[in-house]
């Protein structure tokens, strides 16, 4: 009766050794798969980057307030930028086309990005965003434009307001999703 035991004893202790190396073995596979996407949409971003020499630096700020003055600084160069953040909203104004991406660069400003998009860039991206069938936090890009100016909304909703506006035209974009 006592080897019985210890043979129960001994199966149990084999099989939780087994699922707990299952368990693990998930675990690290779904790490490297994440690792492998963050290092994917990083090479795309560096890739678009390089390719249109596209600024990258112009949001590294230590301050914890933005004045416009800085913003303009760091966004009106002979340079392309290169942003990521959440497509908002897709509009036409005057008969032309808008993408307007939202980004949190800074600690206390939001960077809102009304962009000049040709009709096909537009219709190409609602469909990429129809497809993946996500909610808009989740449809994040990395899009690089040319900055044609800079300015502060001060009044939204008889409130002061740290949303910077930026005008510009779009140049080219990757979808890097949610990370």
Known sequence: MKKKNYIL???AALIIVFVVF?????????????????NFINTE???????????TNWS??????TYTIDAQQKL?????ILIRGYIDDIFIDKGEEFLRI??????LSN??????????????????????NAPNFLNEYAVVI?????YKNNIINNNTSNNIIIDGDYIDAVYIGDL
């Open 45 to 55: 971003i560096n890739n678009l980057s390089k390719k249109y020499n596209a600024n």
């Open 9 to 11: 004893i001994i199966l």
């Open 60 to 65: 590294n700020n230590n301050s914890t307030q």
């Open 111 to 132: 960077y809102i990005f009304n962009i000049k998009c040709d009709k096909s860039k537009c219709f190409k991206i609602l469909l990429d965003i129809s497809l993946r």
């Open 146 to 150: 040319n900055v044609n100016n800079v």
């Open 22 to 38: 299952i368990l693990l073995n998930h675990a690290n596979n779904k790490k490297i798969q994440e690792n492998n996407k963050i």
């Open 76 to 80: 009106t160069s002979n340079n392309p």
């Open 102 to 107: 939202i980004t949190n660069e800074y600690y």
